[in-house]
């Protein structure tokens, strides 16, 4: 069967819900205003309107109000992410699985907040996010599965309970910088970065030193006394 387009979303999720496939994949945006669905492959693209105006998987949901995807795991294709700017609860609660455990990013001013909030991760691999300029309130918070998790070549405007409440046992930055002053970083960022975790270990590896500066900053001002994490930094 080849790809199928649909204009209208519940014609989508009513083709996602009819799915006897346990797996599907995400491949990104599509050309078309349209939403494509390849039922034999389980493969998925959304409309780039659609995503930049914000679309959670989450929220989609057939005649009875049940999310199509609850019951599916999500392969991620790294390079899906590439050319929108909005992924805003995108993958919010669902079960997840990274193709080879890298996301890669133009670099562009990205709307991650809440991307993988409450995720549960599948993978055999520590995930690896490879540039954006991103907005990243929330973006891991409360997700299960993934212990490692390492940014590289990544600029941010926010880090407000990137890792809070989450599985994330270690952050490393490599080669990151702030995607804006140091004082709209500090006036985006409103709450500690990794808040009621199990983070243990912060690297800083080769990054900007006003970006280290920025963050140890927000360490000492939101974190707790008997935090006890240990904090690399490597030049």
């Not at 929220?59 to 795991?73: E, I, Y």
Request: charged residues 25%.
């Amino acid at each position: 069967m080849t790809t199928e387009r649909y204009g209208n979303i519940n014609q989508f999720c009513k083709a996602v819900s009819e799915s006897e496939l346990d797996e599907l994949r995400f491949m990104g945006r599509t050309d078309y205003g349209n939403f494509e669905f390849d039922s034999d492959r389980g493969t998925f693209s959304l409309p780039a309107n659609k995503i930049l105006s914000s679309v959670c998987l989450n929220g989609m949901v057939d005649a009875n109000g049940r999310s199509v995807f609850s019951d599916k795991t999500i392969w991620i294709d790294g390079d899906a992410q590439r050319g929108c700017f909005n992924y805003k609860g995108m993958f919010s609660q669902m079960t997840v699985q990274i193709v080879g455990g890298v996301i890669r990013c133009d670099s562009l001013d990205i709307d991650t907040s809440f991307m993988f909030n409450g995720t549960n991760f599948v993978s055999e691999y520590p995930l690896r996010i490879v540039r954006g300029r991103l907005g990243a309130r929330e973006m891991f918070r409360g997700c299960i599965g993934q212990k490692e998790l390492s940014f590289e070549l990544t600029s941010f405007h926010d880090i407000t309970r990137m890792v809070a409440d989450s599985s994330i046992t270690e952050l490393s930055f490599r080669f990151c910088s702030l995607a804006c002053s140091k004082h709209e970083f500090e006036t985006n960022t409103k709450s500690c970065m990794y808040k009621n975790g199990k983070l243990e270990t912060i690297n800083f590896i080769s990054c900007d030193s006003r970006f280290i500066e920025a963050m140890i900053e927000h360490i000492n001002k939101y974190g707790e006394n008997d935090d006890n994490i240990i904090i690399n930094i490597v030049d």
